[in-house]
């Protein structure tokens, strides 16, 4: 979607190396999110951000680590890939002004193999 | 904790025809409700999302939704579906988290099929 984009589209990857999808926008938005997409579990969140260096953990956090040195870049770590994290991953960012939109703008997804 | 939930995982219906995906809430305070769509391959789309006010919503693509406060629900329908409107469909809710900092809490989603 515009202002926002996920890189990369695909990734395969071995199981217990290190893997990091990146999160960019253009938009200047304060908070920024990392989900996982499985079928019949809709989307769950893995870590945001609601600020520069300022993070925090979702209900899925466990063997996934964040960082946000600046305001565009939002960077997804696994640090030992397993084939549970065979997934789609979305990052989504929103202005949040406090009783303004409150709408969420998406990416377009990594689709992430673990073999 | 808020929760959301889609009890229809997959609906089957013919194009010209009614629809209506189901959406149940459970949130301690005032919700903020949203409907997203998914297109096959792509990121979501906002449809439609209630604050307070009006309790029937208008959205994109012909869609509208009601929230019904007693009812803990919050249902989207549209009154003649097409082709194009085959996609899976997820309600969320907004909630602050314990540091203050909002969030989307997603259902497990709606696969809305259409037949010619």
């Known amino acids: 979607d515009a202002g926002i984009t996920q890189s990369p589209r695909h990734k395969v990857t071995e199981t217990g190396t290190p893997v990091t999808l990146r999160c960019h926008q253009t938009?200047?938005?304060?908070?920024m999110y990392w989900y996982r997409q499985d079928p019949g579990h809709g989307l769950r969140l893995i870590h945001y951000?609601?600020?520069?260096?300022?993070?925090d953990k979702g209900e899925v956090s466990d063997g996934y680590s964040v960082s946000r040195s600046k305001t565009e870049d939002f960077l997804l770590t696994l640090e030992s890939a397993t084939s549970s994290q065979t997934s789609v991953y979305f990052c989504?960012?929103?202005?949040?002004?406090?009783?303004?939109?409150?709408?969420?703008?998406f990416g377009s997804g990594t689709r992430l193999t673990v073999v | 904790a808020q929760s959301v939930t889609q009890p229809d995982i997959h609906i089957t219906v013919s194009e010209g025809a009614s629809l209506e995906l189901r959406c149940n809430y459970s949130?301690?305070?005032?919700?903020?409700l949203f409907w997203y769509v998914q297109s096959p391959g792509q990121g979501l789309q906002l449809l439609l999302k209630?604050?307070?006010?009006?309790?029937l919503v208008q959205g994109i693509k012909g869609f509208e939704a009601e929230f019904k406060r007693s009812q803990s629900s919050f249902n989207l329908r549209k009154p003649s579906v097409h082709w194009r409107d085959a996609a899976e469909y997820f309600c969320a809710v907004f909630a602050i988290s314990n540091f203050g900092n909002e969030k989307l809490t997603f259902g497990t989603g709606t696969r809305l099929t259409i037949i010619p």
């Open positions: 951000s609601y600020g520069v260096k300022d993070t």
């Open positions: 989504a960012i929103s202005a949040s002004t406090g009783g303004g939109n409150y709408g969420y703008t």
């Open positions: 938009e200047n938005h304060r908070y």
């Open positions: 209630y604050f307070s006010g009006d309790t």
């Open positions: 949130y301690g305070a005032t919700p903020y």
